[in-house]
């Protein structure tokens, strides 16, 4: 939500905020607000995809930086959209928005746009668990659960939504952007250290005193003629007629380009009484329609901005360690959403967009930097949708008397060249070779070998016969291959060896900044970093991480969109599979996406493989012949090669798009060569042959 212009209109009345020292304190932290804030000010790349480990290390950076300050942050995320719809018109403006700028960045024209990467909220969510911060997602809207908590708990909010400025907020809001993130320090009289930020918080009171006559009732109105979510404003242009000839005096500082503000702060100013300003405005309306249109849009906002603190569905989740349902949430159809479902909702088990697809039967795939004149990168995971929703759906289905041949539709929306437009996907009921998917209601019933069997039938998963592969590093490798055979159009083979060098090299940063274990299960890749020595790893990281530096495009280097594709085709693959892995209870554990990917890097790196005469000679050098390294890396390539054709990389090339360096080129006319290193011959636990180019025929 957000009260449009009233962010403006407090920044140029710094009088209605109260600088503070925060320290000590319980606060409620606006979830989705945070991940945004956390992202951008940190100015994190967003054109490559991603760089997820960087945003990871922030993530965590902010948290400890509270820690130090003794503020104990409670989060709370926003869940699906309101089964009322009343915010459609609001949600599909935003995607259209970040389509124009996705495709505006794909070509080069940055300006002001920002498209933060698909997997940033999934990477906050994780990193959220693997430090144990709290929190929480609502069923649906989370602003008046995260106002009624915060009375609940008497401390303040954190946001940067508007919305907060108008809540009854005992203890306050603080905006993001009022914060000093720097620790700072005072000595007490007992001679101790204090650890406090720096902050400015707003009190509706310091606003409302301007208005005597109203009270409180003022931030009612003005949420309402300023425009929200809930309310097109539109329906009031008889009524800011009415007002524009107000002139006067007014307390506040008010842009001379915000007319339309100053014009209702006049207004509201001489309101002897709330019941007056209801009466102006409705007195304006120009039919009977039009005026049913106005009351209903005022009782709107009131009714979503009003609450009692001790409805708090939050407080026992927070404070008594309670996973009680409050209440149920129904299915479009009335069939009641499974209680085990709904619990993994409110946890942040489950991904909140997938309450959609039950209470609306509509999914929103959000746009991405990508190549505009390509096929949507979403068209790649299209299957692992159609899956999910007929496990989604199932308990409708049931409902309704239909069969596991007989479908049910969901309204996808997505981009089709730069436009973004809906399309009726089908739910699938049957999966080949295992029959009817389970109902929804039925999943916690299933064993962990019947879940994760249905897992490798939809993403098409083969056993991989390597030692310390571990299910995480095996569900990745699975996840490859889906990639490979569904991309349109094809990736190259550059794509996956950069795939392959990005999930050793975040592995092996992992382990040389935390000194230790991902906590993740340990695979093979862990396992060979561990037992390296540590000039060796900083040798090998030295080598690597000059691919991550940040890229600055120009008109002699432009972006590459082409190249970028293939990887946001991919993190829709990783995304798919990841939330079908969640819906079935987590058969394998979930892929870590901050250990995985990173955009910046994977683009260099594809670049200069581009470049090389041999990319697996280069690959194998970066990562020290002589190391296990390399041979982890040709392990992993030969694995997903072999999973594509038995026969080897000739024939497996058909899955791939024909490379156009002149490298690659003769390439084809080589035969591989297999040869032994030095590593090998000494015995290494994990040696695996290689491949080398031959000059023979």
């Known amino acids: ?73 409670y989060i709370v995320f ?93 203890a306050g809001f603080i905006p993001f952007e009022s914060v000093s993130f720097t620790e700072q320090e005072t000595r007490m009289e007992n001679d101790s250290l204090e650890n406090f930020l720096s902050a400015r ?67 509201l100013r001489g ?19 039009h005026l049913e249109t106005i009351l209903s849009a005022l009782k709107r906002t009131k009714t979503a901005f009003t609450f009692n603190a001790s409805d708090s569905t939050l407080f026992p989740h927070f404070k008594q360690n309670s996973s009680a349902i409050a209440k149920q949430i129904g299915g479009q159809n009335g069939s009641m959403i499974p209680e085990w479902y709904v619990c993994y909702h409110r946890q942040g088990i489950l991904p909140p967009s997938s309450l959609d697809i039950i209470t609306l039967r509509r999914k929103f795939l959000i746009p991405q930097v990508e190549d505009p004149n390509s096929t949507s990168s979403y068209r790649c995971s299209a299957k692992l949708r159609e899956y999910m929703y007929g496990i989604l759906l199932s308990e409708d289905i049931e409902d309704k008397g239909l069969t596991a041949d007989m479908i049910s539709d969901v309204e996808e929306y997505d981009r089709k060249g730069h436009t973004l437009l809906s399309e009726t996907v089908y739910a699938l009921r049957t999966l080949t070779g295992y029959g009817e998917l389970p109902y929804l209601s039925v999943i916690p019933n299933l064993s962990s070998s019947e879940k994760e069997n249905i897992l490798r039938r ?54 040389l900044f935390h000194h230790g274990t991902t906590g993740c299960e340990k695979n093979l890749i862990e396992v060979t970093v561990l037992d390296m020595t ?14 991550s530096a940040k890229i600055h495009h120009t008109t002699e280097h432009p972006v590459d969109s082409s190249v970028i594709h293939g990887f946001a085709q991919f993190q829709t693959c990783l995304m798919g599979t990841m939330h079908l892995n969640s819906l079935l209870m987590c058969p394998f554990p979930n892929p870590c996406i901050h250990h995985l ?19 697996d000679l280069f690959i194998h050098k970066v990562l020290l012949m002589e190391s296990s390294l390399a041979q982890i890396h040709q392990c992993l390539f030969d694995a997903v090669i072999n999973a594509l054709d038995s026969k080897g990389i000739a024939a497996a090339s058909r899955y791939f798009e024909e490379c156009t360096d002149h490298t690659e080129k003769k390439k084809k006319h080589k035969r591989p060569q297999r040869v032994q290193t030095s590593s090998q011959s000494t015995g290494n636990r994990f040696s695996v042959l290689y491949m080398r180019e031959s000059d023979e025929d």
């Not at 990005?502 to 992992?510: A, D, E, N, R």
């Not at 000039?535 to 991480?545: D, I, Y």
């Open 458 to 511: 939809i993403i098409d998963m083969p056993s991989f016969s390597i030692d310390y592969m571990a299910k995480d590093l095996e569900l990745v490798l699975g996840i490859v291959l889906f990639w490979i055979k569904r991309a349109k159009p094809h990736v190259t083979i550059f794509h996956l060896h950069s795939i392959l060098v990005c999930l050793i090299m975040l592995k092996l940063k992992w382990v």
């Open 534 to 547: 540590g000039e060796s790893l900083k040798e090998v990281f030295f080598k690597l991480n000059q691919y």
């Open 271 to 289: 309101l002897k009484t709330y019941e007056d300003g209801i009466s102006a405005i409705t007195s304006r309306a120009l039919t009977s329609q």
């Open 597 to 615: 990917f990173s955009g910046t890097f994977l683009y260099n790196v594809y670049l200069e493989l581009k470049k090389q005469e041999s990319a």
């Open 78 to 170: 926003d869940g699906g959209n309101d089964p009322n719809d009343m915010k459609f018109q609001t949600s599909h403006k935003r995607m259209k928005q970040r389509l124009e700028m996705a495709m505006q960045l794909a070509k080069g024209h940055k300006g002001d746009c920002k498209v933060m990467p698909i997997l940033a909220f999934d990477t906050f969510r994780a990193v959220l668990k693997e430090i144990m911060i709290p929190f929480a997602v609502c069923d649906f809207e989370a602003d008046i659960e995260i106002a009624k908590l915060a009375n609940k708990l008497n401390c303040p909010v954190l946001s940067d939504d508007s919305d907060f400025y108008i809540f009854p907020l005992t």
């Open 1 to 73: 939500m957000g009260i449009k212009g009233l962010t403006t209109f407090m920044k140029s009345n710094p009088q209605l905020m109260k600088e503070i020292r925060l320290h000590d304190t319980e606060v409620v932290i606006d979830g989705n607000s945070l991940y945004h804030f956390i992202f951008y000010s940190n100015q994190l790349d967003f054109l490559h995809g991603g760089d997820y480990d960087q945003y990871a290390y922030k993530i965590i950076k902010f948290f400890n930086l509270l820690h130090c300050c003794n503020i104990q942050p």
């Open 201 to 267: 918080r707003y009190h509706v009171n310091n606003f409302v005193h301007f208005f005597p006559s109203l009270g409180r009732k003022v931030l009612h109105l003005i949420a309402a003629l300023l425009g929200n979510d809930y309310v097109d404003t539109q329906i009031f242009k008889p009524f800011y007629s009415s007002i524009w000839r107000y002139e006067g005096y007014t307390p506040f500082s008010i842009p001379i380009t915000d007319k339309r503000t100053l014009k209702v702060i006049l207004w």
